[in-house]
């Protein structure tokens, strides 16, 4: 695959990648939780003078307050309107969204046309391809493989009682495989 489909395709995916978290960054809102807690406890106080005994209950007020944050995800469905629009500045797509939309189309086209040019896979030459299958057979006999047969794209190699097929595709590309002899 061409480097630069490649690369066309990692930007159309970070681009996406980009675009998804703005989005969602962007709808999510924290919602706070406040709980207040108010207890009543009473202090008696008891005084003592002269005979008599005098007690005070004097209340005493403890409020605790604790706010927790959380985030949450608000989902709006959109409502159906009369035919009266109105144009509002605030309530539209946010024009850098618009602009990513456009470099995604634009990356998409480029892709769709390095695509087409390449005309489904580039078919190599005869004479590459032997070339190249002469430079497998040569590897494999360094190895101890001996040239049982050959053809113009397809070679037949033989070690003892073992055989191989040796073959270069219409791209160029050399595989190998056992025989059963």
Known sequence: MPRSIKLSGLVILFAAGLLLATAVAASGQAADTTTTTTETTSIVETTTSAGTTTEVTVPVTTTVQITTTRPAVTITRPTTTPTTTSSSSGNGTAAWIWVLIGILGAALIIVI??????????????????????????????????????????????????????SVDDAGHVSTRPLAS
Request: overall charge positive; charged content about 30%; glycine content about 12%.
């Open 113 to 166: 046309v390095l695509l087409a040019r390449r005309g489904g896979g580039a078919k190599v030459p005869p004479e590459e391809r032997r070339r190249r299958l002469d430079g497998a057979v040569a590897t494999w006999a360094a190895q101890g493989w001996g040239l049982e047969s050959q053809s113009a794209d397809s070679a037949v190699l033989r070690r003892g009682d073992e055989l191989m097929l040796v």
